[in-house]
Nanobody
Framework: QVQLVESGGGLAQAGGSLRRSCAAS????????RAWFRQAPGKEREFVAA???????????STTDSVKGRFTISRDNAKNTIYLQMNSLKPEDTAIYYC????????????????????WGQGTQVTVSS
């Protein structure tokens, strides 16, 4: 059974940085798509960033426009962990952040829709003060 455990995040001032981690257990291979989503109060859960790696060993990433150039998704396969480095934070980045996993996955680009992912972390609040 796949389990996702998130850590990091918390409180930051505008312009600051935070890093989120998401460790997975119960994986049978490395060919998964993994992603970060977020949900602000009163809003739908939205895509933030995703990463996948295919049979050829390459890595593909996707990032939503509102965080491009500020947020970076990365992975450590040896630790079955993905990271979300969040720089130049803005108050509008305040939300509960969730990690997600779909797999096994062999597509050339990671999916970006919430419905594509069947495993979810517990979610952690990130608050950015102005």
């Amino acid at each position: 059974q796949v389990q996702l455990v998130e850590s990091g995040g918390g409180l930051a001032q505008a312009g600051g940085s935070l890093r989120r981690s998401c460790a997975a257990s119960g994986l049978s291979s490395v060919n998964y798509a993994r992603a970060w989503f977020r949900q602000a109060p009163g809003k739908e859960r939205e895509f933030v960033a995703a990463i996948s790696w295919g049979r050829w060993g390459g890595t593909a990433t996707s990032t939503t426009d509102s965080v491009k150039g500020r947020f970076t998704i990365s992975r450590d396969n040896a630790k079955n962990t993905i990271y979300l480095q969040m720089n130049s934070l803005k108050p509008e980045d305040t939300a509960i952040y969730y990690c997600a996993l779909r797999g096994p996955y062999y597509g050339t680009q990671p999916p970006t829709s919430r419905e594509s992912y069947e495993n979810w972390g517990q979610g952690t609040q990130v608050t950015v003060s102005s």
